[in-house]
C-alpha cells in the first residue's frame, strides 16, 4: 500500500493572498509515468460516471464545493456557465459520450480524484517543474510558475513543455483549493489520485 501523499503548500503572491483569501494550491511529488489507465481504475471511472447522470449532473453543481468553484470562477472573472469549472467539465464530457472514455495515465487517476470530490488536481513533470508560485502573470491572468518560468495558468492544461511525456519518470500533482473549501476535500484529492498512479505500477 503506498504512503500518504505529503503536502506542500505553493506559495501565493500577497495581491492574490489579499484578493482571494482561502485559496491554495497544494503540491507532492511521486514516482509515476504516462501510460495505459489499469482495468480496476477504469472500472472505478465508470461506477462514477454511472452516478453523475442527469438530474445527478445537474444537482452536482449546488453542492458546497462544486458551488465553492463556481464562485471563484466568477471572483477571477470567468463564467462558470460558459467556462466550466474542472469537475463540471469532466461531467458534461461523460454525458456526451455516454458514460466514462479513457485518457490513459496519468489523466484517468486526476480525473478520478476530481470527480470524486469536486476538487481539481493537475499533473506535470516533475523532474522539469520545481516549486510552484501563484502570482499574476504580465496580463493579469493567476499563473502557476516556477524558477524557470510558467507551468500553468491557474484551471488551465499545464505548459505541453511541463507536461507528463512518455519519457516522464516523476509527477509533481498540484490541487487547487478554492475559498471555503475544507482541507479535508484538497487532501482526499490528492490522496485519491496518488494512490490510483501507484496502481499503474501495481498492476501493470
Known amino acids: 500500500m503506498a504512503a500518504d501523499p505529503v503536502l506542500t503548500a505553493a506559495a ?13 494550491v497544494w503540491t507532492t511529488r511521486l514516482p509515476g509515468r504516462t501510460g495505459r489507465t489499469p482495468r480496476e481504475l477504469r472500472e472505478r471511472l465508470r461506477l462514477v460516471a454511472d452516478r453523475l447522470r442527469g438530474p445527478e449532473a445537474v444537482a452536482m453543481r449546488s453542492k458546497p464545493v462544486p458551488w465553492a468553484y463556481r464562485v ?6 470567468l463564467d462558470p456557465d460558459v467556462t466550466r469549472t474542472p469537475v463540471e467539465a469532466l461531467v458534461l464530457e461523460r454525458l456526451l459520450h455516454g458514460g466514462h472514455s479513457s485518457h490513459g495515465m496519468p489523466e484517468d487517476a486526476l480525473a ?11 499533473a506535470v513533470d516533475g523532474d522539469r517543474v520545481g516549486d510552484l508560485v501563484l502570482a499574476p502573470d504580465a496580463g493579469g491572468r493567476l499563473t502557476l510558475s516556477d524558477e524557470t518560468g510558467p507551468v500553468a495558468v491557474l484551471f488551465a492544461p ?8 512518455r519519457h516522464t519518470r516523476a509527477l509533481l500533482l498540484y490541487a487547487v483549493q478554492a475559498p ?3 482541507d479535508l476535500f484538497a487532501e482526499e484529492a490528492m490522496w485519491t489520485a496518488t494512490a490510483a498512479i501507484h496502481t499503474i505500477d501495481a498492476l501493470s
Not at 495581491?15 to 483569501?21: I, T
Request: glycine share 10%; proline share 10%; no cysteine.
Open 158 to 165: 499545464p505548459l505541453p513543455e511541463r507536461a507528463a511525456t
Open 72 to 77: 471563484l470562477f466568477r471572483h477571477l472573472g
Open 112 to 122: 478520478l480524484a476530481t470527480l470524486e470530490t469536486g476538487v481539481p488536481v493537475w
Open 12 to 24: 501565493i503572491d500577497a495581491r492574490v493572498a489579499s484578493e482571494h483569501p482561502g485559496l491554495r
Open 180 to 182: 471555503g473549501v475544507d
